[in-house]
Structure formats: C-alpha cells, structure tokens
C-alpha cells in the first residue's frame, strides 16, 4: 500500500512539473530529482556600445533564467544559489533574488556570486502544497553585462550549486550550449544548523567576523521597539567609533532610540514625505530620523545611565568593539529604537527588517561587507525584572559581517632588525599609501633603504641624511630620488634580540605617528615556526591563541595599555617630533620548536595585526651573512693553532 502511495505521488508530482514553464529540456531532469532541482538558461544577449578594437573588452548584454524547485521531503528554507560566472559579467538586475552578500546591484559577479529569495525566500515541498508550484519554485530573471563573449557564443557560468548547508549536490549537466542543471540532496553525514520540530527558524549562525542580530521586542499596529545586538567574533578583529547604517524598504522611520543615536537627526524627509501625510497627528518634533538610510553611533559612557537615552546593557562604550580574546563583555554593543511602519504594513504581525547593512570604524580598522538578514529563532533573555524565566524576541534576524581582505593599501607597517646586523629593513615604500604629489620629490618606485636603529625614532621626512651618512658608512648605494616614506600612522620594529642553545628573545616596539592616541592597544603576531615555542613576555601581556593557529596576542598592561599620539620635541623649533612609544622583549624556547633558524627568518613574524588591521611587513630579512663571516674567522683559527705551535 506504501509503495502504491508513493509512486502515485511520484506519478503526480511528475505530470505537475511535466506542466510547468521549464525550458523543453528540464522536466525530465526535474522529475528524477527527489531534492533540490537548479537550472541555469541563457535566453539572449546582443553587442553594446562602445565598440572596442580588443574584442575582449567588448561589452555584450545577457539575459538569463535562475530555476530553483523544491522537489523534496522537507521545506527549504531561506534558498541560497551559487552562480560560477567566470566572464567578467556584470549583474544589473535580478527578479525575486538579491547578493547573499549584501552589495546592491549593479555588481561586478565575475568571479562568481551567491544569490538569495528577496521576496520569495522558503520553498515549501509538493506533499503540503498538493504540487503548488508558486509555493515550491521561484524563478529569477537575470540581466546584466557580459564582456568578450559575442553571439552566438553562449557565457555559461562554470557551475550552479546549492549554498544552504546540508546539501550535496551533483556534477551539473549540460543540455544544449545554453543550459545546465543539477539535483542537491540532503547530505546524511551533514550536521546543520535546521530548525527542530519545536522550531521555525534555524539558531543563529556562529560564523562571521561581526554578527548582528535585529530583534522585534514589541509590536503595535503602526510601530514596533527593536534592539540591535553587535558582537565582534573575530579573535583579533576590532572597531573603534563603529558607525552601523542600514536602509529602510518600506519607508519606516525612528522615532526614539535608546543606547545609541543617528549621527543625523533629521524629520524633513517625514514632514515633506508620506509620512507626514499619513501620521497627520504625530508631532515630528521628537522624531529622530526618516532618513531612508540613517546612520547610528553608539553613546559616549556617560550616557549609560541616562534614564532617556542609557540605561540599555553593553551600550555608550563610544563605539568600541574590543576582540573577545581581549575582554569578552566588551566585544558587544547594543541599542534599541522604536521604528514606525507605513501601509500597507499597518499591523501587528507585519514585520520585515531594514537590508544593505554597513558597519566601520576608524581608519586604523578593518572593513567589513555585511550579508543580508536571515530569519533566525527568536532570541531568549533572562527576564529584566529578575523573575526565573526567559524573555523571548517576538521575531529575530541575523546579519553576518565579514572583514575583507581587498587590494587596499595597510594603515600600519613593520621594520626588521636584528643582534647580528647593524641595519634596520624599514617598512616598504608608500606601504600605507603616496599621493600623486609625492612623485616630484621622491620614487614610489625604488625599495626602501637601510637604515640605521637611531633613524626609526625620528619621523620620515628626518631620515634622508640619516639614511645618506649610514649609506657611506656601509657602502651601501643609494637611489636618486630617494625612496617615498610609508605613510604609515603607526609602525612597529620586531627586533631579534639574542639566539642561544635553548631559546632567544625578541623586542617589539610600537611606534604612534599619528594624531590619535589608542587606548586598550593590541597586536597579533603570526609566526609559524616560532609560536609554539612562546614563553613570556615583560611589559605587556601576552597568550598564544587557541582559535587561531600560531599566533600570540599582546596587549598593554594596566596602567600602560595607552599608546600615545606623536608629540613635539623638546625644542619644537628646532627639534623632530617624538612617536609616542611601548616596548617589550618576548622570550622563547627552542624545546617546542626543533630544528628552527632563528637568524634564518624563522625568528620575524609572517604577519602582524595593530587593532585588528593587518600590516605590511618588509619584503627581506636582516642579513646574517656579516654575522657567518665573523663566525667562521674564530673557528678558522682554533684550527690553526695547534698547526703553527708545531711550527714554531
């Protein structure tokens, strides 16, 4: 009888695909995939201007057709698409999907783009829907820019796959020159973050560098309170000064906010807007901001205990996100506001979240691209009046933020010196960026020169004669023009201090050029060889670090954890301008690090983070070979020795 049931089923679910507006191609294949079914249809495309004499560059309109069917036992929840396109293409615009990574289109896709549902974002299966295709499939019509690849020439992508976790998906299979499909199944082995029966929605990922979660805490008919949760996860990642922005899709507005505040307070756009006409009772004096994408800074501390504006857990720290490696209570920042709706979302139970997020900090700071939010399980708090019971979110979404490592020049750089070399290997040239102007006094170009130890505590523009006199000195050759400075607003010296049977020691020192002073500093050095063998440290504080292999996190102690800006000489007419400055020497053991060179390289880092911005380390080592020479004159005499006593 079971059986019976099922091919019947199967037989049903069959002629309703057999019915659907698949390409002639696809039903087939549709219909022997008991899972997720992905196509990928090139439909058209024709040449646009300009024309160009490289035919590579020569732009060509595409249009194409994304198919995603659930033909599953289970529903499909927030469906995310890999797309391989690999020609350049530009995606301009895309039905019923958006970027899973939050750009907004036009976008540059051509090293492949994960699409996700805008407005048709869970698929439910045929058995509950009686073969409902509106309910089990979603169709996404893309056009966009494709370049070098002419008609009748089709730009297939280089592969289509399922991005949800849990999914295995086949080898997709070509039909034509203008199609390509592939059936996803659930993975048995898989241990994904799904919803349980008691739950509609799957937990909040643990993944990203900064997490964001948007909770709905109240709702009314034409408002709702909402509290914003960001927390940092990155082990070595930090913001100082966060300034989080977002853009409204339904014309909401904030009316009051607690714990933080728009850099902007602004009604005008209410006033003059529909909501003017529509809330014609409302006095838009105490609105805050109807900006379709406002700006939000966190409170100074002073503010935490402001009955109007504090009084909100892990708010008014000025907008600093420490690493929780660093102080776990100090690596979230949270606020709440009151958001008014528009029609037709003039109810209760219609809530929908703000998309395009964006969060920064200060220049010394990573940059962060934001995904777009997820639905996620209701949050759950202890219950504020301190009964025994937890407080549940009435809706929740998560957004994931991860730091990106893009081509952008560093804001900080490293120098090397060593015991067994004079010279300092200063930090590259133009390492944290050259203006156009500065071509006509020195070379972007040439590498930058030794140096001696005394010219790092002088700033660049000091060091030219430095750099000549310990030139001659050494006979070292100079370019003509010199090399450009840095430009780094904060450089760090790692110095290999000594190198003996059971261990060495390095100094590392800070150097604050810049105008800002830095308070709760830290650096993450990376070392491969060297980290396992870590003793301790003097003047700072120092750990290895467990979730992140290799590397050793420094910070300053109580009371030294202030890197001071830079500040004028003794005599500002006439003296240089000192860094502000810490130091501390570091100790290692060679027992957990056997066969390791420390004069070799093994002793300098691979790579050093300053307040969770990665800089740029010197291209060479400091030489040994000066070291090897001295050496092998001792030893060449030990074996002459005896030689001439016999002689004599």
């Known amino acids: 009888m079971a059986m019976a049931l099922h091919d019947h089923v199967f037989f049903y679910i069959f002629v309703i695909i057999s019915a659907a507006p698949l390409s002639l191609s696809q039903p087939q294949a549709a219909s022997s995939c008991n899972g997720i079914f992905l196509s990928y249809t090139y439909t058209s495309g024709y040449r646009l201007p ?9 732009p060509y309109r595409f249009t194409s057709e994304l198919t995603v069917l659930n033909n599953g036992l289970e529903d499909l929840k927030s469906w995310k698409v890999f797309v391989g396109f690999r020609h350049r293409e530009w995606l301009v615009s895309a039905s019923n999907a958006e970027l899973a990574d939050g750009t907004g289109l036009p976008a540059a896709v051509g090293n492949g783009t994960v699409l996700e549902g805008s407005e048709v974002r869970d698929l439910k299966t045929a058995a509950e829907t009686a073969g409902d295709l509106k309910q089990m499939m979603v169709t996404v019509d893309m056009v966009g820019t494709v370049f070098g690849v002419a008609p009748p020439n089709v730009p297939m992508p280089s592969t289509i796959r399922l991005s949800n976790e849990g999914f295995i998906c086949r080898k997709p299979t070509s039909q034509g020159n203008n199609e390509t499909h592939t059936c996803c199944t659930v993975d048995p082995n898989s241990k994904t973050n799904t919803p349980t029966d008691e739950q509609e929605f799957p937990l909040p990922q643990k993944g990203g560098d900064l997490s964001i979660i948007y909770d709905v805490t109240k709702t009314y008919e034409s408002n709702y309170w909402a509290e914003v949760t960001v927390s940092n996860n990155n082990p070595i990642g930090r913001l100082d000064h966060w300034k989080l922005s977002w853009e409204w899709i339904n014309d909401e507005f904030i009316y009051t906010m607690k714990g933080a505040y728009p850099s902007n307070v602004d009604s005008s756009e209410c006033i003059f807007g529909s909501q003017g006409e529509y809330y014609k009772k409302l006095d838009f004096a105490d609105v805050l901001n109807c900006e379709r994408r406002p700006t939000v800074v966190d409170l100074p501390p002073t503010r935490f205990n402001d009955s109007k504006l504090g009084k909100v857990p892990f708010c008014c720290r000025n907008g600093t996100l420490l690493p929780p490696t660093m102080d776990p209570s100090k690596s979230i920042s949270r606020f709440q506001m009151q958001v008014f709706k528009m029609p037709p979302n003039i109810n209760r139970s219609h809530l929908a979240p703000p998309r395009n997020w964006k969060i920064s900090g200060e220049e010394l700071n990573p940059e962060y691209q934001c995904g777009n939010p ?38 900080c750089c490293v120098s090397f010196s060593a015991f067994f070399n004079e010279s300092v290997v200063p930090c590259q040239t133009c390492a944290c ?20 130890p005394e010219a790092l505590l002088v700033p660049f523009e000091n060091r030219t004669k430095m750099a000549h006199t310990w030139a001659d000195r050494k006979h070292l050759s100079v370019p003509n023009p010199m090399p450009c400075g840095d430009n780094c607003g904060v450089s760090i010296n790692w110095h290999v201090n000594t190198d003996y049977r059971r261990g060495w020691t390095a100094r590392i020192t800070l150097f604050n050029w810049g105008e800002t002073d830095f308070a709760d500093w830290f650096v993450a050095v990376e070392m491969d060889k060297a980290a396992p063998g870590f003793e301790k440290m003097y003047s700072f504080n120092a750990s290895s670090l467990d979730k992140v292999k290799n590397t050793i996190f420094m910070q300053g102690k109580e009371g030294l954890n202030f890197l001071v800006a830079e500040a004028n000489g003794s005599n500002p007419k006439k003296d240089p301008k000192v860094p502000g400055k810490q130091q501390s020497v570091i100790s290692f053991r060679k027992k957990n690090t056997p066969g390791i060179e420390v004069v070799d390289g093994d002793g300098f880092p691979n790579k050093v983070f300053f307040n969770g911005e990665e800089c740029s380390l010197p291209l060479v080592y400091p030489s040994s070979g000066f070291r090897n020479e001295f050496s092998f004159v001792p030893m060449l005499l030990l074996m002459l020795l005896p030689i001439i006593w016999m002689w004599q």
């Open 50 to 58: 300009p024309n160009t004499s490289d035919t590579a560059d020569q």
């Open 374 to 411: 997820v639905r996620v399980s209701p949050s759950e708090s202890l219950d504020p009046t301190g009964l025994p019971s937890n407080t549940s979110a009435i809706a929740s979404w998560q957004i994931l933020c991860n730091i990106t490592r893009n081509t952008r020049k560093s804001k």
């Open 433 to 452: 960026g050259c203006s156009a102007k500065s071509e006509r006094t020195c070379s972007v170009a040439e590498p930058a020169v030794l140096l001696p």
